[in-house]
């Protein structure tokens, strides 16, 4: 029952005219109601798939930290029982490896190629130094022993496997997490609406207008409220097709980590792995020693009060325990690896149309609209009856047909536009980690996506928009890889220049 009942309506501006409850105070008031209603449910059904993308996120980084810190504590342990001494006068190196593995997963901007080269030529310098210790090395002597790791392989097959492993791993594990963080604040953004003016006319005439007629327990028809969600959120159902895409992605991904790009199996046996190119580098010193002599000349012997003590009688006989495969240890908050992916790839499947399905969703609740079974006693926009029209499909092209909300289709969201971008980003690197290959995406607009440790934006904004650089481990000799460099880096400024006069086409068109 109304507790004041106007003979004409003519004052109200959105609700039905006629025979009324409200005033133009009372209907002002139900538009500003019904706003905020429609963005807190909007809210809500967003901020759990945030949620379970940021809780993921967060496992993933402790775990892949926690992994590294245990695998270098792991090593230094077993390097300090097993080699003692010399151990500690070397340890240094092993800590750059550590904490450039850790950069490279926290920031990025490292080259795990260059980076273990780099890590085995010094070994290789200080290993040598050690076997031949009777003889004195100038640093240029050394740098010419390093130029030999590769022709002569001291340490057997141990480099160039480990180095296809880590990387491999290493990208995909900080691929991963970043996906899982791009995720997380795609969901925070798009999930902040702002109704147009149509867009709240609409809501109030859903929500509220029935009150105005008394039907104060009417709710509205299913597909009356299908259609005006569908509507009002226009710009989210165009991100549907990019989101889906990206899901796969990251679905691709987890398959890797599951298998062959496992950081866990990488890293818990690295310790062992090292041990035993050290014992490659101790079986054939003499040969390598030999080789090395001829190609960068004889050296000085120490004299003979100086001489040091041979290898063959340091610690370096000693050898590590054997490692089994298949022995999964548990690390970061008692979990494993293959825990953590089967969990999150059970959470991205449900994910998936997530955007397409929002206005459904959004309708489903019972704030917002009868059940679907319920309609003929539902309010359809003008009174108690069914509701007749045709719902209309999802996006801002489809809405031209929408017979309850005027949608301005040449104008798509910009906030809409740019998550696209992000997705598509993230997309095609999530395909080069599938694929064992690094893409850099270096920022060259604020605008971004997304920010924290492992997505490699802990100190700067995640890229929208991106310019590759492939690590590659194809095999190709340093010749093919210099000419590649070279004419990739001739051919950025000419793509940059591509791109840019691409984009302010597709701005005018959007606008």
Sequence with gaps: ???????????????????TCCSQEMEEKYSLQSKDEF??????????LQAVFASRYKKFDEFFKELLENAEKSLNDMFVKTYGHLYMQNSELFKDLFKELKRYYVVGNVNLEEMLNDFWARLLERM???????????????ECVSKYTEQLKPFGDVPRKLKLQITRAFV????????????????????????????????????????????????????YCSNIMRGCLANQGDLDSEWNNF???????AERLEGPFNIESVMDPIDVKISDAIMNMQDNSIQVSQKVFQGCGPPKPLPAGRISRSISESAFSARFRPYHPEERPTTAAGTSLDQLVTDV???????????????????????????NGNEDDCWNGKGKSRYLFAVTGNGLANQISNPEVQVDTSKPDTTILRQIMALRVMTNKMKNAYNGNDVDFFDISDESSGEGSGSGCEYQQCPSEFESNTTDHSGRNANDKANHAGARVGAQPYLLTVFCILFLVMQREWR
């Excluded at 003519?10 to 039905?16: R, T």
């Excluded at 807190?40 to 901020?47: A, I, L, P, R």
Aim: with cysteine; glycine share 4%; charged share 20%.
């Design 172 to 223: 995909a594990a900080r691929t991963f997490a970043q996906g899982l963080a791009v995720a997380r604040d795609v969901v925070s953004k798009v999930s902040v609406v702002t109704p147009t003016a149509q867009c709240t006319q609409a809501l109030l005439k859903m929500i509220y207008c029935s009150h105005c007629q008394g039907l104060v327990t009417v709710k509205p028809c299913y597909n």
């Design 1 to 19: 029952e109304c507790p004041t009942l106007y003979l004409s309506g003519d004052h109200l501006k959105i609700c039905p005219q006629g025979y």
């Design 247 to 253: 899901i796969d992605a990251m679905l691709m991904v």
């Design 345 to 371: 790839k059970e959470k991205l499947k449900q994910a998936k149309k997530f955007w397409s399905s929002l206005p459904s969703n959004v309708c489903n609740d019972e704030r917002m609209a009868a059940g």
């Design 39 to 48: 963005k807190s449910v909007v809210t809500e059904q967003c901020n759990h």
């Design 128 to 142: 040598f130094r050690l076997v031949n210790s009777e003889y004195h090395f100038t640093d240029e002597y050394l």
